[in-house]
Each structure stands twice: as C-alpha cells, then as structure tokens.
C-alpha cells in the first residue's frame, strides 16, 4: 500500500470522477468528491511525511523500469506542490455543495464536479511525474477541464471566456510539445531525470536553446506571465465562485512549478541563468507585473476580475524570485507559491459567499456588505492584510525573503520596487474595504447575512492558516528553503 | 550547392515550420471562430510532423525483432503522437461544443461582432 502511494495520488480522482460522471444528483456527486479530495489529501501528506524522512521517491508507472517507463518522482519541491494542491482541494470541498448548488443547474451539477475531480488528478499529475510526455498529458487534462468549468459560468461571458482560454491555452501545450519534441530528438530521452543526466554531453546547443525558449513560452502562457495573461482575468471573472476558487489557488502554481523544474532540474541554472539573458528577461516581466496588473487592479469595478489582476501581480513576485536565481530569492518565489494559494482562496471564497449571497461582486452592490456578512469580509479583510505584506501574515514572509534575495544579488531598488508595488495592493484592497464597512447597506444588502457553517469554515481556515504561517514557518518557508538549497545545489 | 542540399535534405522539417506558422498565423489573424479552430488544428498537426519524421531511421526496417535485420525504426514518437492525436480531437471537440453554445447564446461566432456587443471582454 505505502509504495503504492504516488499511483494512488493521480488514479483516486480520475476514478471518483468516472464515478461521478454517472451520478444522477449533484449531492451524491458532490460527496464522492469530498470523500476523493480527502483521500488524496491523506496521501500526500503520507508521500510529503515519506520525502522527509527517506529521501526523494522514484515509482515505476506499471512495474516498467525508468527511463524507458514512465518515472513518478517526488522530491521536496513536488512533494510541497502536491501537498498544496490537494489540501487547497479538500479543504474547500465543503464549500462547494451550497456555492455550486445555486450557481450550476442540477441536472449539469455531476459534470461539473467530474470536472473538478479531473482538473485535480492533471495538476496532481504534473506535480508527481518525472516523464516529460506524461507531463503535457496531464497539463492537457487539467486544461481541458479547467475551459469546461469555466464555461460552466452563469454570466453567457463565460463561454467566450472559456473559448478565448481555449485557444490560449492549447498553443502554450502545443509550444511544451515542441520544447518536449525538441529535447527528446537532442537527447533520445523523455525521463527528466534522465534528460538532466544527458545534457552535459550534448553539443547541439542551438537545439537545446530553441527547446528551452518553446518550454518557457509555453510554460509562461499556462502561468499567466505578464504579457501572456490576457486569458487570466476573464477566465476568472466569469468562472463559477467554486471553480475561481480552486483555480487562483492550484492552476497557476502548477505551472510555476513547471517552470522551476524545467529551469533549475532539467536545464540546470548554469545553462539557463549564466549563458542566456533569461534572468534579465524574467526580472523585467516580474517587474512589469508587479506594477502593471496592480495598477490595472485599482481601476476594476468587478472585485473578482480586480483580485484576478491582482493575481498576475502576485505571480510576478513568484517569477521574480526565480529570476533571482539564488537561494533566498528562490525560496521567496517558492514559499509565495503556497502563500499566494492561501490568501487567494480566502479571498475568491469570501467572494463565493457574498456571491452566495446577493447574486454579485461588482463593487457598487457591496455597500456596507461588511456590517451585514462580518465574518465573511473579516476573512476578505486578512487575506488583503496578508497580499499586502503586513507583518504577522505569511505576505511578509514570502516579501522578506524575496527582499533578501535582491539584496544578496545587489539589487536594492528591487527592494523598493517590493515595497512600492505592496502599497498599490493597499490601494486596491482599502477601496473594497472602504465600501463594505463605511457605507450604508442598500438594495440586496439589506437582506445578507454570514453564510452557513460549512462555507464559512473554509474562509476561517484559510485566514488562519495566513496567520499561523506568518509566525510559524517552519513548515512553509522549511521545506521552501531545502527545496531551493536542492535546485540550486545541481548548479552546473 | 551545399546550401541547396541542406535545404532540400531536409524537407520535411521546411513542411513541419511552414505548417506551424500557418496555422498559428491563422488563430491570430481569423475573426471566426471556426477559422480559429482550424488553424489550432493545423499548428497541432505540425507537431506531429516534428515528432514523426526523427523517428523514421534511413533504411531502418519496422521494430519487430528479426535476425535478419539489425536497423529499426523508432516507434516511441508514433505512441507519443497517438497521445497527443487523442488530446487534439477532444480540444477540437471542446472548442467547437464551445462554439455552439456561443452562437446559440450570443447569435454570432465573429470575433469582431462580438467584441462590438461587449467592451468588457
């Protein structure tokens, strides 16, 4: 069984959402969800338990020997993304029946949670495998999914938003599948692990470096890189409450985490930081989005659609690490990774629930929303503490690392730029603040009332979690750490 | 001379980039979605192209072990794009089901139509 776990990981969603697909009330659908999510929670916390104490593990997919088999190979990076996507998934399950109940027909609501269920099994299986085909296998699942959640929409602006994805979406896998393509013509293997091994010996360097320019391009697209994210804000703007939710907090990492293993694992940083200007380049994008999709953020009268900008931003400080490529800026990029996750969920899921309960999110709807929901937009209320960087709240955390990077690198207007960029979240934050406490309720308002438990729980956890992990890091920022020593220790 | 063999030699790699470009060109270029579409498809299909041609070894036979034969052929890139023939179809499909919907919904698949009706999309 305990040797089983990393197939387990990937084939209990895939199988709960065959199940689903076939059940006739959305209840029923929605408990064999929960009970999946839980499951595949559990084993990631056994695999992560296991990194820990053992060392990295490698699993041959049906007993074929890697590098000819398809390899799972976890190690403290992944092990940490597979925990973060799968605790994200379980924990908001609960909210799901009630926000999913009334904002999906009954008859589409088991499709829509075979979706989900399928959406999980691709991002926990791009975190788990060590295949570089399986991988674009998994990213296609998740993705296709992901346009059908999407589409799912109330709003009939779902569906152009799902169809613009769509086509986004497949060009940046079909450019991983040229990058993959590439790879395996210069080195005859698709095993990451393997290809790593392999590329001291190439010498065709010209196509190494095309294949790492179509992996970024097309790893970019999927993260929401600063130019490459148009697909981004409608997508979650239009997305049912439930999908936004679990999307903002586990799609884009994955990609992130894409990004980091291609860059520091296969590539090696020697290759990608020292001979080409990628750090450069990743550096004035991080830049760019930081500032950029702040600004853009203040301006937005739909508070989904502004915390969607507000996204981009965030994953330029998580890029911005990464280009910093040292140890501190890199755990900074990492640790933001689950950090960013926690305060997103918070935040889309105090959304769900206003949503939940007066039918919208545009900003002239919430007057005095926080007098009349005060737990649900205290939850709004720590997450935007925490996007801002308060100290206490695991913002600080992921910005006092990223600013120690840029101090190491001798970058210390990066420093500012940190600090320049968290007080535009203060802007766009204190403007939503600034309506649901300090006007006078009307309208749909009048009426609204916290939600019940089940969807209040989630919020509560997850504002917790932004607390404890702001004072105790030992577990988020630990883990984030020896995962950067890691990479950066194949520096070749 | 030289270059001219170079070129020549390697053809079906000129034919994978041309139908690359054009099928990318044709997803930024074309307003109907349906166009769109096709041209996704086309740039899917040169990559399948990309993966299929290195695998063809000159005076390679096929890979079924036989005493008589010492070169084959590789057969992982045909597994490879069957995979990925099998994703193309469902993201056809998806995107088509999606364009559908669209024109039940909003009466148009014209990009230009439809961004006219919406300015916040």
Redesign the interface.
């Known amino acids: 069984m305990m040797t089983q776990l990393p197939a387990l990981q990937v084939v209990i969603p895939l199988l709960a959402s065959l199940f689903c697909a076939f059940m006739k009330r959305g209840t029923v659908a929605w408990a064999l969800s929960l009970v999946a999510s839980w499951a595949v929670l559990v084993v990631s916390i056994l695999i992560l338990q296991q990194v820990l104490e053992s060392g990295p593990i490698s699993y041959a997919m049906g007993g074929w020997e890697p590098p000819f088999g398809i390899e799972y190979y976890v190690d403290k990076l992944n092990a940490f993304v597979l925990l973060l996507v799968s605790g994200v998934g379980a924990i908001i399950m609960p909210f799901a029946k009630r926000s999913v109940g009334t904002e999906i027909h009954s008859t589409r609501q088991p499709y829509f949670y075979t979706m989900y269920l399928l959406c999980l099994c691709g991002l926990l299986g791009i975190a788990i495998t060590g295949d570089a085909f399986n991988i674009f296998v998994f990213l296609e699942v998740s993705s296709l999914a992901t346009y059908a959640m999407v589409a799912m929409g109330k709003d009939k602006r779902a569906l152009l938003a799902a169809f613009q994805y769509l086509i986004i979406g497949t060009i940046g896998a079909t450019f991983y599948v040229i990058g993959t393509g590439l790879l395996y013509t210069v080195t005859g293997s698709l095993n990451l692990v393997d290809i790593a091994g392999q590329l001291d010996s190439v010498n065709n360097t010209r196509a190494l470096v095309t294949s790492l320019a179509f992996l970024t391009v097309g790893i970019s697209l999927k993260l929401a890189l600063f130019p490459l994210h148009v697909w981004l804000p409608n997508a979650y703007a239009y997305a049912p409450s439930f999908a936004t939710v679990f999307l903002a907090a586990t799609a884009t990492k994955v990609a992130i985490y894409l990004l980091i293993r291609f860059f520091f694992s296969v590539f090696g940083a020697g290759l990608v930081f020292q001979s080409l200007p990628v750090s450069e380049i990743l550096l004035i994008l991080s830049v760019v989005a930081m500032f950029g999709a702040s600004i853009v953020a203040i301006f937005q009268e739909d508070i989904k659609r502004m915390l969607a900008y507000s996204s981009v931003a965030q994953i330029g400080y998580i890029t911005l690490g990464i280009a910093l490529a040292n140890s501190n800026g890199l755990s900074g990029g990492i640790v933001h990774i689950f950090n960013h996750a926690i305060m997103k969920a918070a935040f889309f899921l105090a959304l769900g629930a206003v949503f939940y309960r007066i039918g919208s999110v545009h900003i002239d709807h919430l007057a005095g929303i926080g007098r009349r929901m005060p737990i649900t937009m205290m939850g709004f209320v720590i997450a935007g503490m925490s996007i801002v960087g308060v100290p206490g709240t695991v913002g600080f955390i992921s910005k006092w690392y990223l600013a120690a990077g840029a101090f190491e690198n001798g970058q210390w207007w990066l420093v500012f730029a940190i600090m320049i960029s968290s007080l535009l979240a203060v802007i766009y934050v204190g403007r939503v603040v600034e309506v649901a406490w300090f006007r006078d309720p009307s309208g749909a308002t009048l009426e609204a009332r916290d939600p019940p438990p089940a969807m209040l729980l989630p919020i509560l956890i997850f504002c917790a979690a932004s607390i404890y992990f702001g004072i105790d890091t030992t577990l988020t920022a630990g883990i984030a750490s020896q995962a950067a020593e890691l990479l950066l220790g194949g520096l070749r | 001379m030289q270059i001219l063999e170079t070129i020549v030699g390697h053809y079906n790699q000129w034919i994978t980039v041309f139908l ?1 470009v054009s099928g ?1 060109y044709i ?1 930024i270029a074309r307003g109907n ?1 349906v166009k ?1 579409l096709v041209g ?1 498809s086309i ?2 299909t040169s ?1 399948y192209l ?2 299929l041609s ?1 695998g063809k070894i000159l005076g390679g036979t096929a890979p079924i072990i036989d005493p008589n034969y010492t070169v084959y052929s590789n057969p992982l ?1 045909h597994v ?1 794009i069957l ?2 023939i099998v ?1 193309g179809v ?2 056809l499909a ?2 088509l089901a ?2 559908v ?2 024109n039940e ?2 009466g148009t698949i014209e990009e230009d139509e ?1 961004f006219g009706k ?1 300015d ?2």
Request: a negative charge; charged letters at 15%.
């Open positions: 690359m990318l997803v979605m769109k996704l740039f899917q990559v990309l993966y290195p890139p490879l995979t990925a994703v469902g993201t998806l995107g999606l364009v919907r669209i919904e909003f439809l919406d916040d999309i």
